[in-house]
């Protein structure tokens, strides 16, 4: 084999790796943004600001509660009085992670309704893939026309929670990926 055949072969896999580990999804989390995100039913939205590291409701542009918090991945209900919150590393968690890490918090007008461990909604804690440096445990999907908050795991389950209690009210075979 000439140097030039193995050069090529080398450079190759280093590209085959690279495409390989963006593809698993491993991507350095962004800064915090401010972003608003609204009620299904548009009646409400939620501030996510950034600077002020806190989360205000709106309704018709006056605000009615505000609570200590950015998060990336926040869900509103239709009340405007329930908050649900997905894990801060999107699907991605640390490799070496806790049986009773939180993957989705519910709050109402900002008090703590409950938190929803990996080890509540998973049967075989050693299913979760591992990517080139986490594990998957799934996806929030947001509310249903029933106003269910809906998640998506990689054990192709889903869950669909009520949001003012934060239990799971039905479950369901559904392929890891599959939206609502």
């Not at 896999?13 to 915090?32: C, N, Y």
């Not at 943004?33 to 009646?43: D, H, I």
């Not at 996510?48 to 869900?75: L, N, P």
Request: hydrophobic share 40%; aromatic share 12%.
């Amino acid at each position: 084999m000439t140097v030039s055949k193995i050069a090529g072969s080398a450079l190759a896999l280093i590209l085959v790796f690279l495409f390989a580990h963006s593809a698993l999804g491993d991507e350095e989390l962004r800064p915090p943004k401010t972003y608003v995100r609204c009620s299904p039913n548009g009646q409400f939205c939620a501030e996510m600001s950034a600077e002020k590291r806190q989360t205000i409701i709106r309704h018709g542009g006056r605000e009615i509660w505000r609570m200590e918090g950015w998060f990336e991945d926040a869900y509103l209900a239709d009340d405007g009085d329930h908050l649900v919150v997905g894990y801060w590393g999107g699907p991605h968690l640390p490799v070496n992670f806790s049986p009773r890490t939180t993957v989705v918090t519910f709050y109402r007008r900002g008090e703590l309704i409950k938190k929803v461990h990996v080890s509540g909604i998973f049967r075989d804690l050693h299913s979760l893939p591992l990517t080139g440096s986490h594990r998957l445990w799934g996806r929030t999907l947001g509310f249903d026309k029933k106003g269910r908050f809906i998640i998506n795991t990689t054990e192709s389950r889903a869950f669909a929670f009520d949001v003012r209690s934060g239990n799971v009210v039905e479950a369901w075979f559904a392929p890891w990926g599959a939206g609502l």
